[in-house]
């Protein structure tokens, strides 16, 4: 077939495949510990690191000034997850307050920064709504890397990780280090969000985290099939909307959303009519 021979779908395939199967991985701990909007503040800060990327390469006179909008990202989502943890762990009523600051100071303080670099607020529209299209292949190869990170620490520390979201007290006494874990949750979810940032984008990054497990929640509540669910759901819908988008003009990462939004609205609807059945089903004759 024509899509797989054309190399730019074979980048943005390889990529809309690996985010797919990485970021459910961190959404289902995101869900169990209801935090289901921190990608979406996460994401309004990493904003500025892109920014400041922008700007960093723009002074070292860089060709492409966008070298360095990824790894700026990385900086400064790490910073926020880190911090966002730690006003979360204090549970400080201020708490809130202090992220929607942090949140909305992020996206502010990008758009200040781009204009800074010489660039406009049009630069930063393929990082809010995700620009796969413009996937190289270093681009494949940092996505590789950082998803690679986000599976094996993901799956591999997996029961730990659930004793800490699930049972924090359980885990103090089983004697994990609950801070280190829970810093790390945070670490990956930062991770997470910008690699998916290029597929969906960061104003949408926090679905492609949260609808692939909503979904899986619909027909398992083991928390290891649902994340293996959510794996497979979200794969799915990035390799169908990016699909879709080979023969249609439409924008990849809205129409990967939009995809889950109706993936999750049939399966809670199969779910109702399941559940109304099994109760007609054991009502007394």
């Known amino acids: 077939m024509e899509i797989f021979t054309d190399p730019l779908m074979q980048r943005a395939l390889v990529v809309a495949l690996l985010v797919g199967l990485s970021a459910p991985v961190i959404g289902t701990y995101l869900v169990q510990r209801r935090m289901a909007l921190l990608g979406?503040?996460?994401?309004?800060?990493?904003?500025?690191?892109?920014?400041?990327?922008?700007l960093a390469g723009s002074l070292a006179n860089f060709t492409q000034r966008d070298a360095l909008a990824l790894p700026g990202a990385v900086i400064f989502a790490i910073l926020a997850a880190v911090t966002i943890e730690r006003l979360r762990e204090r549970g400080t009523s201020p708490a809130d307050v202090a992220m929607a600051i942090l949140f909305y100071g992020g996206i502010a303080t990008g758009v200040l920064l781009i204009g800074m670099a010489g660039g406009t607020g049009s630069n930063l529209l393929g990082y809010l709504f995700g620009s796969i299209s413009t996937v190289t292949w270093v681009d494949v190869w940092i996505t590789v890397a950082?998803?690679?990170?986000?599976?094996?620490?993901?799956?591999?520390?997996?029961?730990?990780?659930?004793?800490?979201?699930?049972?924090?007290?359980?885990?103090?006494?089983?004697?994990?280090?609950?801070?280190?874990?829970?810093?790390?949750?945070?670490?990956?979810?930062?991770?997470?969000?910008?690699?998916?940032?290029?597929?969906?984008?960061v104003l949408l990054v926090s679905a492609l985290m949260i609808l692939p497990v909503a979904i899986a929640q619909q027909f398992s509540r083991s928390f290891a099939r649902t994340m293996r669910i959510a794996m497979f759901v979200g794969a799915v819908l990035c390799v169908a909307g990016l699909t879709i988008t080979y023969y249609r003009d439409l924008q990849p990462g809205a129409l990967i959303v939009v995809l889950g939004v109706f993936a999750y609205?049939?399966?809670?609807?199969?779910?109702?009519?399941?559940?109304?059945?099994?109760?007609?089903?054991?009502?007394?004759?």
Do not use: K, Y
């Open 146 to 201: 950082l998803s690679g990170l986000i599976l094996v620490v993901g799956l591999g520390l997996r029961h730990a990780l659930f004793s800490v979201t699930h049972d924090q007290d359980f885990a103090i006494a089983s004697g994990l280090p609950v801070r280190a874990l829970n810093l790390l949750v945070a670490v990956l979810a930062a991770v997470t969000i910008t690699v998916a940032m290029r597929v969906v984008g």
């Open 40 to 54: 979406d503040g996460i994401g309004h800060v990493a904003l500025a690191g892109v920014a400041a990327g922008w």
């Open 265 to 285: 609205a049939i399966a809670a609807g199969i779910r109702a009519a399941t559940q109304a059945r099994s109760s007609r089903g054991t009502e007394p004759a």
